[in-house]
């Protein structure tokens, strides 16, 4: 059951050979086992689980079973679910039982789905390695001296060690792309706006945008089947009719038009993974593509330019943590502004106060034209590049990070450092296009390696089959770490 | 770009956050080497190009101006800080 996918886990509840209460069962007696040494799940709740999927199981007997009815899916502790504690991965919600339910998570109950339990996260999504976490970093199941990635690394460490079947991520800067690669499974951040942030709490609004994190691009497509759709509680939600996303997976790749970007493989990226993804690009020559070389100038700028655009948004978002209305307060203070300073300050980790620190500057009078609007003219500049690029190709290939798997510590006393390892990730959530990663092979150490797929607008679906015919000739996304 | 202490003394101010001598001057060092790498963007001519705001030039969704949102003061207030009879309690601000 543990390597079933989606599909074939619904067909096997849907035939009653397992009920949706064993199968939650058997996931959290594997959390029970792995956690402990992986840290990928921040807060399980057995008995919620598994009420829900007794209720599924009553769905399942009723005949009323929806794709999903009855799988559990493990949630990002960023995505508010009524009566659960939701952390953000940060000290300053370590008591935040959340009163209501983002609409993803309203999404998967309508669904019929299981919430397995909230996976860890760097704080506030900011970070990429998991490393800023408050409740420790998550290790990766390929090897735990390795980090998994971030900010999505327990939803990627989870899937990777088959502790679920399918979680939820989101991306900002490529916190669902680069996890998926450094854990050898597959991701996909969609379009922005296809997916609603309500209820999800607020890094850089312009930027963030959830996603399904699984071991299968098939997957993926199930869970984008419930998590996308218009929600008029999120002012940028698109209007669009409802996809069926697994509806090209079977096309052929015949005639795809394949772009390579040159920054992409110039100086920065390890040598094991450029050939890994080279490898996998032949794959996609054998299988009928064609591949063009294509230019993204500006995509150099787009490291200085995310470090000014999101900080200066999550700056405006966390002034919400104030100590007042929910989550942390200093127990010690003398009047209003300490109380507020000192709340802050003892309930934020390091990383997302430089972050605030970087955005209250660029912010700040007097620097504004310099920083804030340049940056947002340059962020044009990347997404023209890409609208120029997809008139020679229809998506394009490239590495998702520079390196495999990093260890634990190694960037730690360096920000510029960890920044970088989301190089190629980031223009795509600056031009607001849908990128994934699937596993391409396996790089030094036998890390895996990802490759990423980056489409024009709303082609998720066209996406999802170019990531699924490359896995049904290959079998790097169905590789387990050992030991597990 | 190098800050000075009394720049990053500001920030912190500005963006409420206690911080001491000793956490200033890590500050000022991890935030100089972060502005290096911001200042590649001042190479850039952008002369004429419009800001960029959003991933897809939308105009602003509107709603009909009618009541949806329910009261739901007691769940939300069972989470805050401290609340005494339906407020929001904070240190005095008016002497």
Same mark, same amino acid.
């Given at each position: 059951?543990?390597?079933?996918?989606?599909?074939?886990?619904?067909?096997?509840?849907?035939?009653?050979?397992?009920?949706?209460?064993?199968?939650?069962?058997?996931?959290?007696?594997?959390?029970?086992?792995?956690?402990? !040494?992986?840290?990928?799940?921040?807060?399980?709740?057995?008995?919620?689980?598994?009420?829900?999927?007794?209720?599924?199981?009553?769905?399942?007997?009723?005949?009323?079973?929806?794709?999903?009815?009855?799988?559990?899916?493990?949630?990002?502790?960023?995505?508010?679910?009524?009566?659960?504690?939701?952390?953000?991965?940060?000290?300053?919600?370590?008591?935040?039982?959340?009163?209501?339910? +983002?609409?993803?998570?309203?999404?998967?109950?309508?669904?019929?789905?299981?919430?397995?339990?909230?996976?860890?996260?760097?704080?506030?999504?900011?970070?990429?390695?998991?490393?800023?976490?408050?409740?420790?970093?998550?290790?990766?199941?390929?090897?735990?001296?390795?980090?998994?990635?971030?900010?999505?690394?327990?939803?990627?460490?989870?899937?990777?060690?088959?502790?679920?079947?399918?979680?939820?991520?989101?991306?900002?800067?490529?916190?669902?792309?680069?996890?998926?690669?450094?854990?050898? !499974?597959?991701?996909?951040?969609?379009?922005y706006?296809?997916?609603?942030?309500?209820?999800?709490?607020?890094? +850089?609004?312009s930027l963030?945008?959830?996603?399904?994190?699984?071991?299968?691009?098939?997957?993926?497509?199930?869970?984008?089947?419930?998590?996308?759709?218009?929600?008029?509680?999120?002012?940028?939600?698109?209007?669009?009719?409802?996809?069926?996303?697994?509806?090209?997976?079977?096309?052929?790749?015949?005639?795809?038009?394949?772009?390579?970007?040159?920054?992409?493989?110039?100086?920065?990226?390890?040598?094991?993974?450029?050939?890994?993804?080279?490898?996998?690009?032949?794959?996609?020559?054998?299988?009928?593509?064609?591949?063009?070389?294509?230019?993204l100038p500006n995509a150099?700028l787009a !490291?200085p330019v995310y470090?000014v655009l999101?900080?200066?948004?999550?700056?405006?978002?966390?002034?919400?943590?104030?100590?007042?209305?929910? *989550?942390?307060?200093?127990?010690?203070?003398?009047?209003?502004?300490?109380?507020?300073?000192?709340?802050?300050?003892?309930?934020?980790?390091?990383?997302?106060?430089?972050?605030?620190?970087?955005?209250?500057?660029?912010?700040?009078?007097?620097?504004?034209d310099?920083y804030y609007l340049q940056a947002q003219k340059i962020r044009r500049l990347i997404a023209q590049d890409f609208t120029e690029a997809?008139?020679?190709?229809?998506?394009?290939?490239?590495?998702?990070?520079?390196?495999?798997?990093?260890?634990?510590?190694?960037?730690?006393?360096?920000?510029?450092?960890?920044?970088?390892?989301?190089?190629?990730?980031i223009a795509v959530n600056l031009a607001g296009l849908?990128?994934?990663?699937?596993?391409?092979?396996?790089?030094?150490?036998?890390?895996?390696?990802?490759?990423?797929?980056?489409?024009?607008y709303?082609?998720?679906?066209?996406?999802?089959?170019?990531?699924?015919?490359?896995?049904?000739?290959?079998?790097?996304?169905?590789?387990?770490?050992? *030991?597990? | 770009?190098? /800050?000075?202490?009394?720049?990053?003394?500001?920030?912190?101010? /500005?963006?409420?956050?206690?911080?001491?001598?000793?956490?200033?001057?890590?500050?000022?060092?991890?935030?100089?080497?972060?502005?290096?790498?911001?200042?590649?963007m001042?190479?850039v001519d952008t002369t004429g190009i419009e800001p960029m705001s959003h991933a897809q030039d939308l105009?602003?969704?509107?709603?009909?101006?009618?009541?949806?949102?329910?009261?739901?003061?007691?769940?939300?207030?069972?989470?805050?800080?401290?609340?005494?009879?339906? /407020?929001? /309690?904070?240190?005095?601000?008016?002497?």
């Amino acid at each position: 059951m543990l390597n079933h996918s989606l599909q074939q886990q619904g067909d096997a509840l849907r035939a009653k050979k397992i009920s949706s209460v064993e199968l939650t069962q058997l996931y959290l007696d594997r959390i029970a086992t792995h956690n402990p !040494v992986l840290n990928a799940f921040v807060t399980v709740e057995s008995a919620k689980s598994l009420a829900q999927a007794k209720a599924a199981d009553a769905q399942l007997a009723a005949g009323s079973a929806q794709a999903l009815t009855g799988i559990p899916i493990a949630q990002k502790d960023i995505f508010c679910a009524q009566g659960w504690r939701t952390t953000c991965g940060s000290k300053m919600l370590d008591n935040f039982i959340s009163p209501y339910d +983002a609409h993803v998570i309203t999404q998967f109950n309508n669904a019929g789905a299981v919430n397995l339990g909230k996976t860890n996260m760097d704080e506030f999504a900011m970070g990429s390695s998991n490393e800023t976490s408050y409740f420790g970093p998550v290790r990766n199941p390929w090897d735990i001296k390795a980090v998994p990635g971030g900010s999505s690394g327990g939803a990627a460490a989870a899937v990777a060690a088959r502790l679920c079947a399918a979680a939820t991520g989101t991306d900002t800067g490529g916190s669902i792309r680069q996890p998926a690669a450094l854990c050898g !499974v597959t991701g996909i951040k969609p379009t922005y706006g296809t997916v609603s942030r309500y209820g999800m709490i607020a890094f +850089a609004s312009s930027l963030d945008q959830a996603g399904p994190m699984a071991r299968s691009a098939e997957d993926c497509a199930l869970m984008l089947n419930v998590m996308t759709g218009h929600d008029p509680r999120d002012s940028t939600s698109l209007v669009r009719d409802k996809e069926d996303y697994t509806r090209e997976l079977n096309k052929p790749l015949a005639g795809l038009r394949i772009g390579l970007p040159r920054e992409f493989f110039a100086e920065g990226l390890s040598q094991d993974v450029g050939q890994c993804v080279q490898a996998a690009v032949a794959e996609y020559q054998k299988l009928g593509a064609t591949v063009v070389e294509i230019s993204l100038p500006n995509a150099k700028l787009a !490291v200085p330019v995310y470090y000014v655009l999101a900080p200066a948004e999550a700056s405006s978002n966390l002034s919400r943590f104030d100590g007042v209305r929910y *989550g942390y307060r200093a127990p010690d203070y003398t009047d209003l502004t300490d109380m507020y300073e000192k709340t802050r300050a003892q309930g934020f980790g390091e990383e997302v106060k430089r972050r605030i620190m970087i955005g209250t500057y660029v912010l700040s009078h007097g620097y504004y034209d310099a920083y804030y609007l340049q940056a947002q003219k340059i962020r044009r500049l990347i997404a023209q590049d890409f609208t120029e690029a997809f008139k020679k190709c229809d998506v394009i290939m490239g590495p998702t990070s520079p390196s495999t798997a990093f260890n634990l510590g190694e960037k730690g006393d360096d920000p510029v450092q960890m920044y970088l390892s989301d190089i190629y990730t980031i223009a795509v959530n600056l031009a607001g296009l849908p990128g994934m990663s699937i596993p391409c092979g396996t790089g030094a150490n036998a890390m895996p390696v990802g490759l990423q797929i980056i489409g024009d607008y709303f082609k998720e679906a066209q996406m999802l089959n170019v990531a699924h015919q490359y896995q049904l000739a290959t079998d790097w996304h169905s590789r387990a770490p050992q *030991g597990l | 770009m190098s /800050l000075t202490t009394q720049d990053v003394q500001k920030i912190a101010r /500005l963006a409420r956050l206690a911080m001491n001598d000793t956490e200033i001057e890590a500050a000022r060092a991890q935030l100089s080497g972060i502005f290096e790498l911001i200042e590649q963007m001042q190479a850039v001519d952008t002369t004429g190009i419009e800001p960029m705001s959003h991933a897809q030039d939308l105009s602003q969704q509107l709603r009909e101006d009618v009541v949806t949102a329910s009261n739901d003061r007691e769940a939300f207030q069972a989470i805050a800080p401290q609340v005494e009879g339906g /407020l929001y /309690l904070v240190p005095q601000v008016i002497e």
